[in-house]
């Protein structure tokens, strides 16, 4: 497979970003603290995401870790220290939810451990496959604090309340197949392929139309926020606005045409 360097002008400490056509992937890049997510890194994820987003070239984004831990949670050594006041006046989190004004969709390919933060960011995640040897969990109870990055939340929509509760009160880890049970993730694969089959989903997304996918990512996002009738209102809005696209006409054209689609992303 050939993957070259993208935005070769930006080193990144934690970080590693490489491209594969209309794809990029980004590997967290902690090994020896499991990819735990350190300021920096987070800085990082938020900066690097944020340049793919505008750049025409990219259709998808892939965020993997090692085999060993997708993450394993946020940094517990940089936070061991921080007082209330601290935490607060900073707003710690703020910069975490960053992920999620993401308009391009975002695959998580999990592998190892993806726990406490590491598990929030996957969920923040438009699509999360699993290799067999995933393990999930929000551990924080163990820790003496709570989730802090949307776990909570997110977890609940995902899964309903008693199994969040069980998940997040108990702060046991649950494996690949039973995330597979509980619709947490979408497939699971060996472990060694993971990121081969992500990266081909993550390719036939981006091969379609820039906006349309863009505008697919944000109506699902949206029913997390909203009710059905407002849900449905939203959709339709958004379905009316793709006969504003040039890419809705090509769509219908190729297919009464017999041909396949060129989008333009217009
Ligand atoms: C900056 C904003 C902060 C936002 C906070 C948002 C809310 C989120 C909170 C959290 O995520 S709290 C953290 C939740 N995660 C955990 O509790 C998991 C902690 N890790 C483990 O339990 C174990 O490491 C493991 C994953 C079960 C693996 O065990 P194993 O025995 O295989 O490896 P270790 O020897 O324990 O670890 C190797 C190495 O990695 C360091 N490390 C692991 N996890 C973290 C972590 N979350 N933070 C910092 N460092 C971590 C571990 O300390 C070892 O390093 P050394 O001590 O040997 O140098």
Do not use: H
């Not at 993730?185 to 863009?214: D, G, H, R, W």
Request: with cysteine.
């Amino acid at each position: 497979m050939f993957r070259k360097a993208l935005f070769r002008f930006s080193t990144y400490n934690f970080i590693s970003v490489t491209q594969k056509g209309k794809v990029a992937l980004i590997q967290l890049n902690r090994p020896k603290a499991l990819n735990a997510l350190c300021d920096g890194l987070i800085k990082e994820l938020n900066q690097v995401t944020q340049e793919i987003d505008a750049n025409p070239e990219y259709g998808s984004i892939v965020i993997t870790g090692s085999e060993k831990a997708f993450a394993a949670g946020a940094d517990i050594k940089e936070m061991q220290d921080k007082s209330f006041p601290q935490v607060q006046n900073i707003q710690m989190l703020a910069s975490w939810e960053n992920l999620t004004n993401i308009k391009k969709p975002i695959l998580a390919a999990v592998n190892g451990y993806a726990l406490g933060g590491g598990f929030e960011l996957a969920l923040m995640c438009d699509i999360i496959y699993a290799g067999e040897n995933a393990k999930f969990g929000l551990p924080e109870i163990t820790l003496g604090t709570i989730p802090g990055c949307g776990g909570t939340q997110r977890l609940i929509r995902a899964v309903g309340k008693s199994k969040a509760m069980e998940m997040t009160l108990t702060g046991e880890f649950i494996d690949a197949q039973t995330a597979l049970s509980y619709g947490l993730v979408s497939k699971v694969v060996p472990a060694q392929n993971l990121v081969e089959e992500t990266l081909k989903v993550a390719e036939k997304i981006a091969s379609f139309s820039k906006p349309v996918a863009a505008l697919i990512k944000d109506t699902i996002n949206e029913a997390e926020n909203i009710g059905l009738r407002e849900g449905v209102k939203y959709e339709r809005k958004a379905f009316y606005s793709t006969f504003a696209t040039q890419d809705r006409k090509e769509g219908m054209s190729a297919f009464v045409e017999k041909r396949k689609p060129s989008w333009t992303d217009n």
